[in-house]
Every structure is written in C-alpha cells, then in structure tokens.
C-alpha cells in the first residue's frame, strides 16, 4: 500500500513510517517541522519507498494513497499553547483536509485523538462511552477542543460520506525520539536527571498519568488500522497508573546521579487523574501493552544518553 503519514517526522509519526516501510508499504510523509525534527527520520531518506514532503496540513493536499493517518499537531503543552490559534486550525483544518483526500481516493483515515477529549475527568478510568470535562476556554482548550472537533468531523464524514475511518484516543506515550525540549513530563524528567538538574515536579505531585511505551502503542495503531470490525473512537494506552511525585522518584532510580526533586506552579486546568480503560482494544484488537513503567524509562534514558552526548 502508499500510506500517507501526516505529522511523520515527530515522535509517534516517525516510529509509525519506521513500521510500516519494515511491513513492506511506500510511506508519505508531510510535515512542517514545527515540532518534528529531521533527525527522527533522517535514516529513512534513502529509502527509495520514503517520500517526504513539507508541507502544512492546513493547506490542502493531494497523494494518490490507499491510507492515511493523521498525527500532524504539537503534543505538548507548552508548544501546543505557544500558538493556540494556529493549534486548533492544525486539528479542525487537518482533518478536514484529511478526510476530503480520504473521500477523493477513497482512502481509509485515522485519526490520532486524545485523551484530553476526557479533560479533567470525572469518571476513573476512563471508558470510550464518557464524554469528558473539559473547559471550552481555558489554556488547554485550543488542544481538547481542537482534537474533539476532528472526532465530530471524522464522524460526521462517516456518516454523511461513508468515508473509511479509525479513530484512537492515545493516553500519555513516551519512548526515543522525544524532543529533549519537548516539555512533556517523561522527557523532562529524564533529561533534568541525565543533566544533573533538579526534577521540576508541577503542584504537590499527586495527579496521576498512565504513560504507554511507544512501541506498544504503535502496535495497536496497525492493529485498529487493519481489521474491519471496529472504527472507534478506541483508547490506546497503559493503565498502569502513577503520580508525578512516583514518577520523579522512579526516574531517579533508573537514571542515578545527584538530582533532587523541586516543586514549581502547577498548570491552570492540569487534570488531577487520568487512567485509560482498555477493555474494548483488548477485546476487539486482541491488544495490551507490553512494556512496564521501569523498561520503558531505561529505553528512553538510554536515548537521551546518546543524544546529550
Ligand atoms: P510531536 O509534536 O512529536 O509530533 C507532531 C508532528 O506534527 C511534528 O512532526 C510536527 O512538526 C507536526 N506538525 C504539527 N503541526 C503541523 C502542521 N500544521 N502541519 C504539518 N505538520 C505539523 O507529537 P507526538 O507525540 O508524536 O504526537 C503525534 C500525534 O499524536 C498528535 O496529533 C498528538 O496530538 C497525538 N497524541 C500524542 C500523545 C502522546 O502522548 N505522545 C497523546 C495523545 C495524542
Ligand atoms: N509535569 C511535571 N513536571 C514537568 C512537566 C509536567 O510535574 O516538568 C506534570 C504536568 O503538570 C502534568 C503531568 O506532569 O500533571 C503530565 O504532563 P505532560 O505535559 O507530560 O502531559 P499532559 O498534562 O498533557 O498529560
């Protein structure tokens, strides 16, 4: 198959073209290079089967594919807040040119949702049925309300256009290829640790997040992507479930050296606990993760190694 990656030099996105050219599929992928870096994909420029095009996905665009998947908008918090305007056009305005190409060419399109679209939830876990808690106004919401538009849209499209769709909702992942600067929690972590700085712990460091090693979350994009019994919206992500204080702690552990732990503000609209209820991917696409908590740090420290080197 040609596959289009959109959002394909970032974090998730590179590791997804890395899978697919090793299934044996001629990748597509565009970005602008806003969050993503040519180094993640720097290995597959030779590759006769990978095409990569710069371009924004605000802007209208025409590949003749038999897939697309959507990952093109910045992740973190802070980068998805130094823009917000421009954050919440990526989401609505790439999806709307996603599923316009998905139409045209009859493509099947997956869309790379959020765990934000649950806010600060009030159910724990979180199932796909809650609707979520999220202020339509606040620093976070160009992001949630952005990626919660695209879920109406893509709907909307396979409803009215019967367009081929798949959409994840992907709880906190890490793994290599973070940006150092990234600003998500795991990345910080281990680059303050690796660097000797001190670990910047948000608030009292009792809020919770359920982080999923990347590998195992792009498993379960290729699982959802190709079966025909399931369009979604699924959760993707580990439930094993910790606070920021024990994920200090446990960075520490694994990276060593002689950082301590400092408390700083805590974010306007932080949500307090989020634990993704994975009961549908197990079922439908026979898929869990893998890779613990401790695993997955050192895979990630030992990356950040060699890249602070
Ligand atoms: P990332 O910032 O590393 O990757 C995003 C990529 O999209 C970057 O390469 C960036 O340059 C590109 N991009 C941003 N705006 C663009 C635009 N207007 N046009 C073209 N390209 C653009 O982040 P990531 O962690 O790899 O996230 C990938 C996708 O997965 C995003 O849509 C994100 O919302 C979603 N997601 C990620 C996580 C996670 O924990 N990693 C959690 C939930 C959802
Ligand atoms: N966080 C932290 N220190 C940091 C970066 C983040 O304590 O240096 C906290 C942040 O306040 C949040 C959690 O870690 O409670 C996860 O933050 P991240 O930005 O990684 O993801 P998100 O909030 O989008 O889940």
Known sequence: MRVLVTGGAGFLG???CDRLLGQGHEVVCLDNFFTGRKRNIRHLLDNPDFELVRHDVIDPFKFEVDQIYNLACPASPPHYQFNPIKTTK???MGAINCLGLAKRVRARVFQAST?????DPAVHPQPESYWGNVNPIGQRSCYDEGKRCAETLFFDYHRENKVDIRVVRIFNTYGPRMHPNDGRVVSNFIVQALKGENLTVYGDGSQTRSFCYVDDLI???LRLMNQDELVGPINLGNPGEFTMLELA???LAVVG???KIVHEALPADDP???QPDITLAREHLRWEPTVDLIEGLKRTADYFRSELD
């Open 257 to 259: 050296g002689p950082s």
């Open 14 to 16: 590179s590791h997804l």
């Open 249 to 251: 702690e446990k960075t």
């Open 115 to 119: 765990s934000e679209v649950y806010g």
């Open 272 to 274: 307090k606990q989020r």
């Open 219 to 221: 498993e379960g994009f």
């Open 90 to 92: 990526t989401s609505v």
